[in-house]
Nanobody, 121 residues
Framework: QVQMVESGGGLVQAGGSLRLSCAAS????????MRWYREDPGKQRELVAA???????NYADSVKGRFTISRDNAKKTVYLQMNSLKPEDTAVYYC???????????????WGQGTQVTVSS
């Protein structure tokens, strides 16, 4: 069993910052990519940022220059530093990761339960 637990969401004014964390735990042999998604009611879930095990990153165009994804492999944790927040960033943010539970087994993707980020104008 693998768990992904997000934290750090909350209410912030436009222009402010938040740092989200997501820690993986459970039966984990290795973790490949880790990602942040977001979803607001009535909108399709969006990939916000992704990071590979070696630190390569990519971002949605809407957050480039404002958000930074990082990871601590020793802690099995992925972070999302969100700066210059805008009201349109309001959403539930979900982390996920591709986890190999045992050697020679395929990776499976696990999701966190989400953390609410609300940006007021």
């Amino acid at each position: 069993q693998v768990q992904m637990v997000e934290s750090g969401g909350g209410l912030v004014q436009a222009g402010g910052s938040l740092r989200l964390s997501c820690a993986a735990s459970g039966n984990i042999f290795s973790i490949n990519a880790m990602r942040w998604y977001r979803e607001d009611p009535g909108k399709q879930r969006e990939l916000v940022a992704a990071i590979t095990r070696d630190g390569s990153t990519n971002y949605a165009d809407s957050v480039k220059g404002r958000f930074t994804i990082s990871r601590d492999n020793a802690k099995k944790t992925v972070y999302l530093q969100m700066n210059s927040l805008k009201p349109e960033d309001t959403a539930v943010y979900y982390c996920n990761s591709d986890v190999r539970p045992v050697p020679d087994m395929s990776y499976a993707t696990y999701w966190g339960q989400g953390t609410q980020v609300t940006v007021s104008s």
